[in-house]
Each structure stands twice: as C-alpha cells, then as structure tokens.
T-cell receptor, first 113, second 114 residues
Framework: QQQVKQSPQSLIVQKGGISIINCAYE??????FPWYQQFPGKGPALLIA?????SEKKEGRFTISFNKSAKQFSLHIMDSQPGDSATYFC????????????FGTGTQLKVEL | DAGVIQSPRHEVTEMGQEVTLRCKPI?????LFWYRQTMMRGLELLIY????????DSGMPEDRFSAKMPNASFSTLKIQPSEPRDSAVYFC????????????FGPGTRLTVL
C-alpha cells in the first residue's frame, strides 16, 4: 500500500521558472512532512519540512504548502536554477519516537538554461 | 563529524554469493535505518534500529536478508544468497530520537549482482 503518492515523476523547467511537485497522503496520523533532495551518486538530504499546524513554510526559494483537509502538500521552487536539478522526495511520518518515514516515489527535476 | 559512513561504495558479485554491507552512523544518534533504492520501487525502508535493537523489519524482502547492529557505531546488512534482483543502491541513515529529527543519509552502496 503506497501511503504517499507523488507527482509528477519527472519535470523540466526553464531557468527562473517555478517548479511544483505534489504529494498526497492517506494516513491521517502523519504529522511531519519533510522533503528530501538527492543529487546523482549521493544520498538524500533534508531540504525543508513542515508540521500540519501551519499551512505554509518558506526557506529561501523553497516553499512547502500544506492542505490538511485535502491531505496534500507540495513543494514550490521559485526562480529555479540549474543547480536545483535533482530528484526530490516527499515523505511523511507519524507522531512518536522513531521518525519512520514513508517516502514518495520521487520526482526528477531538470532545470534548463 | 564525518557523517554516515558506508562501505563498500560499490560491490559487484555473482549470484549466490554472500554480500555484507556496512554502516557507521553519526555518533550520538539513537536510530539507524537501512533503505534500498531502485528505479522501479523508489526508496524503500528495509529495517530500522533504536539503541541497537531492531524495531521494525517488515520491509526486509525475504529471509535472505538480515541486519545486525552489534553496537551503537556499527551495523551490517547481509544478503545470502544474493540474486540479480537484489541489485540496487542501499542507503544507511541515522537520526536522533524524536519523530521530527532529520535522517542523515550515507552515500550509499551500489550493489550489482551478476
């Protein structure tokens, strides 16, 4: 059972454009929603994360929008740059110790000049 | 800190051979996770430990896979016997003990089973 659905699978954006990646979850117990960024040949690294008590979190050019009623959250990358080209994973975890993350299937982002 | 350390970085073996992947978590982290990444299935959690004790191994694909954590600074993932479908990148990650703590991933081990 896939508990976190991510789309699109791949995305091509022009430099300076906005990249948008969407995720939907099923488990209403999830209360922590991070996004991880992975460059080729590297392990994933935390990019930004949100708790459901807020609807938006912004860090530089990266913003998470969260819709608790729809059980959806999205990553927006403003002014996308070629250096943002990577695979992005959304994830979710339930409360309590352990931080057991359920990952989405990933989105390959390519930012073209 | 050097981050999560994994070895080897690349492993090529023949079907039927035993494979052992190694991980050294970040010092002080209470949780250690093993993941497998493939194009078809994405990033899958195989097993995770808390204070060296396996907590959830429901992601381990079958009995050919086993994982141990003999102490707080070392863990192994063993595949015996290996099969071509085990070819993947295996990641180890570690974190502190809260539900919102960052998981820090190692560089991964790329396993190829011929």
């Amino acid at each position: 059972q896939q508990q976190v659905k991510q789309s699109p699978q791949s995305l091509i954006v022009q430099k300076g454009g906005i990249s948008i990646i969407n995720c939907a979850y099923e488990n209403t117990a999830f209360d922590y929603f991070p996004w991880y960024q992975q460059f080729p040949g590297k392990g994933p690294a935390l990019l930004i994360a949100i708790r459901p008590d807020v609807s938006e979190k912004k860090e530089g050019r990266f913003t998470i929008s969260f819709n608790k009623s729809a059980k959806q959250f999205s990553l927006h990358i403003m002014d996308s740059q070629p250096g943002d080209s990577a695979t992005y994973f959304c994830a979710a975890s339930p409360p309590g110790g352990g931080n057991k993350l359920t990952f989405g299937t990933g989105t390959q982002l390519k930012v073209e000049l | 800190d050097a981050g999560v350390i994994q070895s080897p970085r690349h492993e090529v073996t023949e079907m039927g051979q035993e494979v052992t992947l190694r991980c050294k978590p970040i010092s002080g982290h209470d949780y250690l996770f093993w993941y497998r990444q493939t194009m078809m299935r994405g990033l899958e959690l195989l097993i995770y430990f808390n204070n060296n004790v396996p907590i959830d191994d429901s992601g381990m694909p079958e009995d050919r896979f086993s994982a141990k954590m003999p102490n707080a600074s070392f863990s192994t993932l063993k595949i015996q016997p290996s099969e071509p479908r085990d070819s993947a990148v295996y990641f180890c990650a570690s974190s502190w003990d809260t539900s919102t703590d960052t998981q820090y991933f190692g560089p991964g081990t790329r396993l190829t089973v011929l």
